[in-house]
């Protein structure tokens, strides 16, 4: 088998082009805004590229982004909480709580989803620690809180308004929760300016 030294050449700069090029970016038609894409290898097949993140093609703004979200007690302007949230486009959510010291877990995680054209219900699932126990075989763990939201994006895509739960379990999950808070929130879009 003969190898030429240009064909080589040509492979080697394929291949570098190819290890030094951006983030794939799968765009559909005539659609302004591109989305990213990843790569699925699939089991049958050698692979594909794949959309990923909120389809916006009706022109509607996205919840996926970072928050400063304040939770308040009933329609009070009394807090509950507050803290930063990353809503995540492939429907996942992280939270660091504000109220909440490291040791006894500050920060929780979500899945959302759209219910409407402006509306997001998300559901948080935390874990709670006594730290005067952190010794302990269980860590300290003293609870597991799900915390609910239904919030409504406004139009321009930079606030958001709504209402929440707070519901407790035992360390173990089983049994009826305890509800510790219920109320509204509110959220505020970050951006890098």
């Known amino acids: 088998m003969k190898i030429s030294l240009k064909s080589t050449a040509l492979g080697l700069a394929a291949f570098g082009a190819l290890a030094i090029a951006a983030p794939a970016w799968a765009g559909c038609g005539d659609a302004p805004v ?3 894409a990843m790569f699925e290898k699939g089991q049958t097949d050698s692979g594909r590229f794949i959309r990923v993140g909120n389809d916006n093609s009706q022109g509607q703004a996205s919840i996926a982004g970072l928050w400063a979200v304040n939770f308040y007690i009933g329609q009070t302007q009394t807090k509950f909480d507050w803290g930063f949230a990353a809503w995540h486009s492939d429907g996942t959510e992280i939270m660091n709580s504000g109220t909440r010291a490291p040791s006894t877990e500050n920060f929780c995680m979500g899945v959302w989803a759209q219910t409407g054209g402006n509306s997001y219900q998300l559901t948080h ?4 620690y006594d730290p005067t126990k952190a010794a302990a075989a269980d860590g300290g763990i003293n609870g597991r809180v799900v915390i609910r939201e239904w919030v409504n994006l406004n139009g321009r895509g930079t606030q958001f308004t709504g209402t929440y739960t707070v519901d407790v379990y035992a360390p173990s999950g089983l049994g009826s929760p305890t509800r510790i808070a219920q109320g509204r929130i ?8």
Do not use: E
Request: glycine share 6%; no cysteine; aromatic share 6%.
């Open 34 to 36: 591109k989305s990213p």
């Open 186 to 193: 509110t959220g505020d879009r970050l951006t890098v300016n």
């Open 125 to 128: 699932y935390a874990l709670s």
